[in-house]
């Protein structure tokens, strides 16, 4: 049985992904800032695939000791981690620099960046021990060096992701540890509506035209990425949802650019 970790998974893409393991007969660990939040999954998904299959440990990514304590959460129920991803993340409001709060800069670098440097640190750690495992960092908007208006911050930390990752995978090509990327393009999540809501009216027009082409719903991209994961056995793995390809087959489209992906949520 696979065991799984996933940071930032009590709701999105996270808990998507553990979903998904779990359906697979693996097992999984949730976590999030929120004990609540976890605790809440983790019964509620125990109700489903076992409680003998589900684990919780609550964590904030930008601490260390508790990202540590996530594995040792892990390492105590199962035995072992067999694949670690590291999904937590933020954005900001979508705003030109000169005009974000600059509150909200400092949450983004440290969650995006640190956080995810932390994760790679204690599973790389854990991982040598005993002997095997797999990581994956999540790759968004900026990892390809795109620019967008309004999200340079964002950008600037799944660039530095991208550098990040590439360089971990360059450092450990000699010892027993598969590091990857996993990318899952536009995906309808809690993060995303609660963006376009701030957006002026103008540019949430604009916005939806571009995402009703190239997003989708958690559960039509987790099933393909955890599938892929689960068959992943080389290193240096990019699992990709929405290649360019792909993106450029959808815009010349009509049933994918007539869709409407965002009125249930009023917009």
Not at 142 to 168: C, N, P, Q, W
Request: hydrophobic residues 40%; negative net charge.
């Amino acid at each position: 049985m696979k065991v799984a970790v996933i940071t930032g998974s009590t709701r999105g893409i996270g808990l998507g992904l553990a979903t998904e393991f779990l359906k697979r007969g693996c097992a999984a660990v949730i976590s999030g800032r929120g004990r609540g939040k976890v605790e809440a999954e983790v019964k509620r998904l125990g109700g489903i695939y076992g409680a003998d299959k589900v684990a919780g440990q609550p964590g904030d990514v930008t601490d260390f000791n508790q990202v540590q304590a996530v594995w040792n959460a892990a390492k105590q129920k199962f035995g072992n981690v067999d694949i670690w991803i590291n999904n937590a993340g933020i954005t900001h409001t979508t705003k030109l620099f000169v005009e974000l709060d600059p509150a909200e800069i400092s949450p983004v670098i440290n969650t995006n960046i640190t956080g995810l440097v932390y994760g790679c640190k204690v599973a790389l750690q854990g991982m040598m021990e005993q002997g095997c495992g797999h990581i994956y960092n999540l790759e968004g908007h900026g990892s390809d060096d795109r620019k967008r208006a309004g999200l340079m911050i964002y950008g600037t930390t799944k660039r530095a992701v991208k550098y990040f990752t590439e360089a971990l995978i360059e450092e450990t090509e000699e010892v027993p540890v598969q590091v990857g990327f996993l990318s899952p393009g536009i995906v309808v999540t809690d993060f995303l509506i609660e963006d376009m809501r701030k957006m002026n009216p103008e540019q949430l027009e604009t916005v939806k035209a571009v995402y009703n082409c190239l997003a989708d719903t958690v559960e039509t991209v987790t099933p393909f990425l955890v599938e892929n994961i689960l068959k992943d056995d080389k290193h240096g793995t990019e699992i990709a949802w929405l290649t360019d390809e792909k993106a450029n087959e959808r815009f010349n489209s009509d049933e994918y650019c007539s869709r409407d992906l965002f009125s249930t949520y009023g917009l």
